[in-house]
Every structure is written in C-alpha cells, then in structure tokens.
C-alpha cells in the first residue's frame, strides 16, 4: 500500500497538524450550525410574550399658575438722619436699635447764640408791640398821623418775623424723628462737630415693607396692580408672607426685557428687614385644560422628548414639548391629548411596536398637587 503522508523532510509534512485541526474545527461548527438552525426552525411560530407597564390615562386639569422671581426687600420709609446747618454735638437722645416715635428729639446741635438773639427779638418785639398800641389809641384824635401809624405796625411785624426766623434757625439745630421707626447704628459722638449732610444715623420704618422683582416681559399681559404675591426667605423657611402689587414698571429694561414689579406687605412683627433677598410667587388666572404627567414618563433623547403611548396593546413613541414642572410632574404643551394612556415606568424594557400589558392604568389627578 502506498503511504499518503508526506516525506519526512518535506514543507508539507510539517503543515500536516495545522490542516487536520483546521478540518475538525469546520466540522464542530458545522455541527453547532446545524443544531441552531434545527433548533430555531422548531421555534418559528413562538411569539414574544407582552412587555409589563405602568401607564395611566390622560385627563386634563385646571392648573394654578405662577411666576417665580428672585427679588429684594425695600423699606416703605427710610431715611438717612442728618443736619441741615453745621455745628457741634451737645446732646444725643437715642441708642442704636431703639424705636422711636414721630418727631421725637434725636440730636441736639449747639444752639446758644440763635437762642440769645430770639431773646432780643423778643424784648424787640416787646416794645413794638407797645409802640404799635399806643399809636393805635392815639390816632384817633389826631395825635399821630396814618403815616407813623402805619410804621409802627410794621416794626412790629418784623419783630415778630426776626423771632420765627430764630425759631427756625433753633428748629434747624434739634435732629428730629420725621416718623416712627427703629434706629440704626450711631455715627456721631457727644462733642463732634458736624457739617450739614453728614450721616448720623438712619431710621427705617419695619412695619411695611416693599419687594422688589423682575419678571420676563411675556408675562406682562398676566400682570396687574392688586395681584397676590407669595414672599418666602431662607432666614424663615418655614414662613410665607402675603404681599399686593402696588406698582409695575411702565418701561420695560433694555438690557434685560425684564418687567420690574413692586408689591408691599405688612411686616407687624418686623421679622423681615430691608435688603433681604427673597423668592417671590406671582399668583396668576388658573391654566384649564392643562395636560399634566409625572416626570418618569418623559424620555430625553438625541431628537429631543418624547413619549410612550398605548394604542392598540402596542407601544407607540411620540414626540413632545413640555413646559414647565410642577412638583414632580411635568406640564406637556404639545404631543399629548385628554384620553391617551401614556407609559409612566417600564419604558426601558419596551422597543418602539412591541406588544405592552399595562400592569396598572389610572387617570390622571384632576387638580395640581
């Protein structure tokens, strides 16, 4: 029998090993092949069981509407106390922090000389007056004329001006409270010589307060003086202070197209102070008809939003737009109508036409948690 191996030293015998393994692998996978294939062939009428959802029925609701702005607290009334004439600092009648009342004396400016020269208006005005008498009584019968009559009347009132004109000059050197509020710190010291303008203290009114805001100009038509406004501070959390429109802007700002609003509200237990920074709500007409859906059934993609929808036990893919959220749901402008069932949870295990079991369907909440 001739032998069909190759010779010992030729190429071939060496490729031998590498040809007989390179057979059996074809022959293993050849098998494998075979198996699937039986395998799969014997599956063909097997259909894909339904994918469990959570969906719920769209129902539209009336949403209360708002408009959230970051603002700033403005004191009704304040004011910054200084002198009107210069002088020196002979009595101070407040401590920092104290609440005064309306004209109460606040600092008292050196006033000696204005006081000795009203007393000499008065001694003045003293003998004009009696001047003024005596030639009242005796003109009558001829004694003196209208002429010195009339003179003597008229010494008399500048007498009388030369004393309001001290009084206002005195006036001038008492530092008064214009009305009641609270005192801030003190800036001027027993002794100290003041120019006029400069700053001896403020006074601050705390029992009504303004905040002030900035809303986008697409929410002016929504506006009106008397609109209710929720203020909330992080200094109390916990605190919501109700607030009226008084004022809005009649220009809107050129940089910004931003609207700038006012409302004041009553501060009786002066919690708040003026510069704090708040969060202001402006209550708007209610939205009917609104489409609302929780956050989980929004998906967000490289095309944009969309949505699950259950239409005929199969998952149908819509695009949205949503606007804005409300606590955990989300308000959808455009996509979506009163009556689809929409998927709330499961989507990730749902492929575009695949057959879904809604595992639990509710409506829609009616009102705006």
């Not at 074809?26 to 799969?40: K, L, S």
């Not at 469990?52 to 702005?69: D, G, H, N, Y």
């Not at 006012?262 to 237990?269: I, Y």
């Not at 929808?309 to 606007?323: E, F, S, W, Y």
Request: charged share 20%.
């Amino acid at each position: 029998m001739l032998s069909v191996l190759p010779h010992p030293r030729s190429p071939l015998r060496r490729l031998f090993p590498y040809a007989m393994t390179l057979t059996l692998l074809t022959g293993v996978f050849g098998a494998v092949f075979a198996w699937r294939m039986g395998r799969d062939s014997g599956h063909a009428g097997y259909a894909r069981p339904p994918t469990p959802v959570a969906a719920m029925v769209i129902r539209p609701e009336t949403l209360p509407q708002s408009v959230e702005a970051i603002g700033a607290l403005q004191a009704v009334r304040q004011v910054t106390l200084a002198p009107e004439v210069a002088g020196r600092v002979v009595a101070i009648h407040f401590e920092a922090g104290i609440t005064v009342a309306e004209g109460a004396p606040l600092v008292q400016l050196y006033d000696a000389p204005q006081r000795a020269d009203r007393a000499a208006a008065l001694s003045r005005n003293r003998f004009a007056e009696l001047q003024s008498s005596r030639s009242r009584g005796l003109a009558p019968s001829g004694f003196v004329s209208q002429e010195v009559l009339q003179q003597r009347e008229e010494e008399l009132n500048q007498a009388k001006a030369a004393i309001a004109q001290l009084d206002a000059q005195i006036a001038q050197r008492v530092i008064r409270a214009p009305f009641a509020g609270e005192i801030g710190l003190r800036r001027v010291n027993l002794g100290q010589y003041v120019n006029a303008g400069d700053a001896l203290a403020t006074l601050t009114a705390l029992d009504t307060l303004y905040v002030n805001f900035s809303v986008p100009q697409q929410e002016l038509s929504r506006l009106h003086v008397g609109g209710a406004v929720a203020v909330r501070t992080d200094a109390y959390p916990d605190r919501t202070f109700d607030a009226k429109i008084n004022a809005i802007e009649p220009v809107v700002a050129a940089d910004t197209r931003n609207v700038a609003v006012q409302a004041t509200f009553a501060n009786p237990d002066r919690l708040l102070r003026p510069g704090l920074y708040v969060t202001a709500n402006v209550e708007l007409a209610p939205r009917p008809d609104a489409i609302v859906v929780p956050a989980t059934a929004i998906q967000t993609g490289a095309s944009g939003e969309s949505a699950l929808l259950v239409r005929d036990g199969k998952a149908v893919a819509v695009p949205i737009v949503t606007g804005q959220r409300v606590g955990e749901r989300i308000v959808v402008e455009r996509g979506l109508k009163a009556g689809d069932t929409i998927v709330t949870a499961g989507q990730l295990r749902v492929q575009p036409g695949g057959a879904v079991q809604v595992a639990d369907a509710a409506p829609a909440a009616q009102s705006a948690r």
